[in-house]
């Protein structure tokens, strides 16, 4: 049973590392991904449930020790005397067997491999970098994740294409969207569109264009065939290809994107200098008793079932509450202090 329950947590660990690496990449918009978002979604669960498994399983010896400690004390055995023979009456080498488990499981270095030493440095850098990765991820997500209307939802289930369109007739409701300091960042207005191979007239409300549209002006929309009346979808600062493919851009053209791509390099960055510090400066001893303590196992356990708990709505399409909103908006923060806290520990 001890080694089951040695090799349950060793994959708990390889299994949850792997998909949370799987479901952050496909935050970053990696992969086409329909609403609601099932792939990050199910790859986040598969993460969350090794995590608290792992952390269970490591709870189990301490649990069944106390119990048999429990058992012995009843059975009226005295300190200092040998609990190896089998007891008399209440069956006492049942539980007393625990004893020599109690003795391995409590030595973090029985429970690795041959040359344990590097495997718990590369192990600890490896945790790290996937840190630093996760809570990226998690930041660029909250981010800039697209967030469209039921009419491009629409357009893209009914099998959305991106064309180049005329504007057939002079704009209107042309409104300028000015920033802070008056200057203008692009127009939206209501257009007609003549469509290639496809509707001679097409609307499209809520246009978004960088320049001030003109009759005769060409534009990309996003259309669909089999859906003519949900109209178009045109927004200059979004990359249509990939709405219609189901992905979005993790850093779009424009501020946003290079905030998102500067605060990912920044976090990247932040745990690639953590890595090594909590790697390499440790003794391998004290990074071993981290890997194997339930009680840091559980907190990080705790912690990324928060955070999935507050992305879970974002992922379905649903409306998050206050709650739920504070966890996934400040996961990436949560993520790095619960990793952070529990290994300054080896630093002692």
Known sequence: MRWVLVWAVRLCGLVGWVATAVACTWLLGVAPTPKPWEGPLVWGAVAVACAVARALLLWVPRVVVGVARRRRRRGGDSPGVSLSKEKQGDGGGRWDRWDDW??????????????????????????????????????????????????VEGLRDAGAEVSVATVMRAPEAVRADVDDEDAVQGYSSRLVVSVPGGPARLTVKGAYTEEKPREGAEVDVLWARSAQRLGGYVNETQDLPAIAERRWKAFPDGDLGSGALVAFIVLMLFGGILAPVFSLVPDADDLQEVAWSPWVQTVRAAVAAAVFLGWRPLLLGEDPHLVEALFAGGGFVLVFLAYFLGSVRSLG
Do not use: M, N, Q, Y
């Not at 030595?107 to 590369?122: C, I, N, Q, Y």
């Open 102 to 151: 109690e003795l391995d499981w409590g030595d973090p270095h029985d429970l690795s491999f041959h040359g344990w030493e590097v495997w718990a440095k590369l192990r600890t850098g490896a945790v790290w970098l996937l840190v630093a990765f996760a809570s990226g991820a998690f930041f660029v997500g909250i981010l800039t994740s697209p967030d469209w209307d039921d009419r």
